[in-house]
């Protein structure tokens, strides 16, 4: 089965944006990471990554039918978008959030995320070790395969 890695704004900055709070893991070394785990565990990745709200909404839409399950490092969206929130809360496959920092520990208007009542479970403050353990998890817990 198929696993949804979908990741929203400013990700594609990854390595270079901020490193002193993201790292300076890209994000293709994210998904070669989570590609290589994915392959040990016998499941697929389908990678995604858009600045547009909308085009993340119509990708998970598109191909939540055919996977398993959702890892969603939403960025920004996370703490703004209504319209995600929704489109996670329509899904019948369970929703990892994952976040590369602690936005717990960061500014105020961080520290609230739209789409995680929605989501089984929050990774948040891990690097790109996050991704991973939301795949481990997927795959051991939830019988994803």
Do not use: W
């Amino acid at each position: 089965m198929t696993i949804l890695i979908v990741n929203g704004p400013n990700l594609n900055l990854l390595g270079q944006r901020e490193p002193e709070i993201y790292g300076t893991s890209t994000l293709q070394d994210i998904e070669n990471s989570l590609n290589s785990l994915a392959e040990k565990l016998n499941v697929k990745v389908n990678c995604f990554q858009s600045n547009s709200e909308g085009d993340l909404i119509d990708f998970i839409q598109q191909n939540a039918r055919s996977s398993s399950a959702v890892i969603l490092n939403g960025a920004g969206f996370t703490h703004t978008s209504v319209a995600l929130r929704d489109c996670i809360a329509a899904l019948s496959i369970p929703v990892i959030e994952v976040h590369l920092s602690n936005i717990h520990a960061r500014e105020e208007f961080r520290q609230t995320s739209l789409t995680a009542p929605m989501a089984r479970g929050i990774i948040s403050g891990l690097g790109p070790t996050g991704y991973l353990l939301a795949l481990e998890y997927l795959v051991s817990t939830e019988g994803v395969s």
